[in-house]
């Protein structure tokens, strides 16, 4: 949760996608480059490609299979 604390404030603590204020309470991390796409493409889980939305939007996400 560390690096999603910080990610968040960094943010100026919003919703990547949305661009809507996000309490931490509320945030998720997600990756940028979804793993999926494998490590040469970039879907590391690495701080750089993190990205901050709200739960609900990261697990909608996460159905879509992206």
Request: a positive charge; zero cysteines; hydrophobic letters at 30%.
């Amino acid at each position: 949760y560390k690096e999603v604390f910080r990610r968040n404030k960094r943010e100026g603590k919003k919703d990547y996608y949305t661009n809507l204020p996000l309490a931490f309470e509320d945030a998720a991390g997600d990756h940028y480059i979804p793993r999926s796409w494998g490590v040469k493409a970039g879907g590391v889980t690495e701080y750089e490609n993190l990205v901050i939305t709200s739960r609900a939007n990261n697990l909608r996400k996460g159905n879509m299979g992206g």
